[in-house]
């Protein structure tokens, strides 16, 4: 079992006491209520900002259905999952668009992005406030507050676009009702938060720190959100800046990475540190539900889960011939729809049929444990780490920029950086993209965010940003139109609000 950080150390013993008693009840107390410094009387600026890893790792924004369903189930390759039965409002709002502002995974997700910006302020008044602010362990934290502020921004503005932009700390509840910012200013904010944060990082902490965040993880995240706008000048210096730090690489094996062994390896840029033990092997307190969430729904030993997020038939059919991401993403069990689910038959071809009466024809093999640590911590996986940002993300994001810039060279380059990992010593099969025609390179790059990032997020956003959503979506069954690319703000905080909120358009 692999060696546990200080990081997560430091959760289990602050965070089971301040984040799970005080600091809960605090940030989970109804919006209309008072905030007062007695609620944690005692909490430390860095025991405030563990509690932020630990949001981080929290069901509603990256190991649960509300992320699941904003970031993945929208797109083409990703089905809701499960059987019909189990939670069918959410399919028709997320597999068919058929959006409604009172679905609780809206109001979760906005609220769980908003306690954790919430905490960030805080944070980053208490640094401004404290006499020794300059001090380097405080110039960290200040970067790691700023990062997750404009992390959850980026969500925000992503799935609402206007969205109220809050930045101070809030000690009256009334304070944080105000109305909405537009994309505009939401994004400057984003810019001059990550922009501080990669002037207070390190390149690099200590291995008992492991998993914090770095000046590669701010810069790639920069990247990301340059990328959604589409500005190829800034997401290519910002992509070519985190590869240029050396200190990333493609040495893991392809079909070693999503396990426990390719844990923080040479591709990992930001990754959410989990763990169980035997006194919590059934407990999101230093671990999350990103796997039993997205778990094998079967019987026996194969009832890993819930099945929720499925890949679907048209995902599996985007995978070039031989290309091995397809069997290390998606968890597949039999030749025949009759044979049995056996250990044996795992990921032996079965063809496009479904994997049973699921809705969705493969499993996430990204998502999926090893059966010797189901034993020791029981079937549902809490230790699993979660990726958020992989170093292929941000080759593909150079490969795009440097295309759409006009620098084919570079593209083709940072593009087979990434083929040739996944080739490996196999070279019959994803032959070099050498094309320099602009259109020919763009499609191959497309493809290849499609492969490489299957079942992670986002590609629902990837098709909003090329302008390709409707198109595609509607060519696979999914009922979306241009108003979808937005979802209706919540109508719990817009009742909250007293009219201070105002819906988006169309809703």
């Known amino acids: 079992m692999k060696l546990r950080n200080k990081i997560l150390t430091l959760t289990a013993g602050i965070l089971t006491t301040f984040a799970m008693t005080s600091c809960n009840d605090f940030l989970d107390r109804d919006p209309l209520g008072q905030f007062t410094e007695d609620d944690a009387p005692n909490a430390l600026v860095g025991g405030k900002m563990y509690n932020v890893y630990y949001l981080m790792r929290s069901y509603n924004i990256t190991a649960g259905i509300p992320a699941f369903m904003i970031h993945m189930v929208r ?55 404290s006499a020794n602010k300059d001090d ?5 934290t200040k970067g790691e507050a700023l990062f997750f502020r404009a992390y959850c921004y980026f969500n925000l503005v992503r799935a609402w676009g206007e969205v109220p ?48 965040i770095t000046y590669g993880a701010a810069r790639a995240l920069h990247a990301r959100t340059y990328m959604m706008r589409n500005d190829w000048d800034n997401m290519y210096n910002a992509s070519t800046d985190v590869i240029k730090t050396g200190k990333y ?10 396990t426990v062994e390719g844990e923080n390896c040479g ?8 763990e169980s033990t035997e006194a919590l092997k059934n407990s999101d307190v230093i671990g999350s539900q990103f796997c039993q969430v997205q778990g094998v729904r079967g019987a026996g030993e194969w009832n ?42 795992t990921n032996k071809p ?37 990726r958020i940002i992989r170093y292929p993300d941000v080759l593909l994001m150079a490969a795009e920029a440097a295309n759409e810039k ?63 959503a409707k198109e595609v979506l509607q060519a696979a069954g999914k009922n979306y139109q241009d108003k979808n690319a937005l979802l209706p703000l919540p109508q719990e905080e817009i009742d909250k609000s007293n009219g201070v909120l105002v819906q988006n358009p169309n809703y």
């Open 406 to 468: 006009g620098i084919s060279g570079e593209a083709i380059d940072y593009l087979e950086q990434v083929r040739a990992h996944a080739r490996g010593s196999n070279n019959d099969i994803l032959p070099k993209v050498t094309s320099t025609d602009q259109n020919v390179l763009r499609e191959a790059i497309r493809h290849e965010r499609r492969v490489e990032l299957a079942l992670e997020p986002d590609r629902f956003y990837d098709l909003v940003r090329w302008g390709i």
């Open 75 to 129: 797109s083409e390759d990703s089905e809701k999952g499960s059987d019909a039965g189990d939670g069918a409002d959410q399919a028709a709002m997320w597999d068919d668009f058929e959006y409604t502002a009172s679905n609780g995974t809206l109001t979760a997700y906005w609220g769980q992005n908003y306690k954790i910006i919430y905490q960030c302020n805080d944070i980053l008044n208490d640094l401004e406030n």
């Open 136 to 140: 380097l362990e405080n110039i960290r």
């Open 304 to 345: 890993l889960g819930w099945g929720w997020h499925m890949g679907t038939a048209l995902l599996g059919k985007a995978f070039e011939p031989g290309d091995p991401r397809k069997d290390a993403t998606l968890l597949y069990f039999r030749k025949n729809i009759s044979d049995p689910i056996t250990p044996e038959n």
């Open 267 to 274: 591709e990992s840029i930001f990754e959410l540190q989990c």
């Open 350 to 386: 079965y063809g496009e049929s479904p994997v049973s009466t699921a809705m969705g024809a493969y499993f996430n093999k990204k998502a999926y444990t090893e059966p010797e640590l189901r034993q020791k911590y029981t079937k549902e996986g809490f230790w699993v780490n979660i």
């Open 249 to 258: 690489n493609l040495n893991t094996p392809i079909d070693k990475v999503f």
């Open 165 to 212: 932009l809050v930045t101070f700390k809030i000690n009256e509840a009334s304070e944080a009702n105000i109305a909405k910012t537009t994309a505009d200013k939401i994004y400057k904010q984003i810019d001059k938060d990550l922009t501080e944060a990669e002037k207070c990082l390190p390149l690099e902490w200590s291995t008992e720190y492991t998993g914090r």
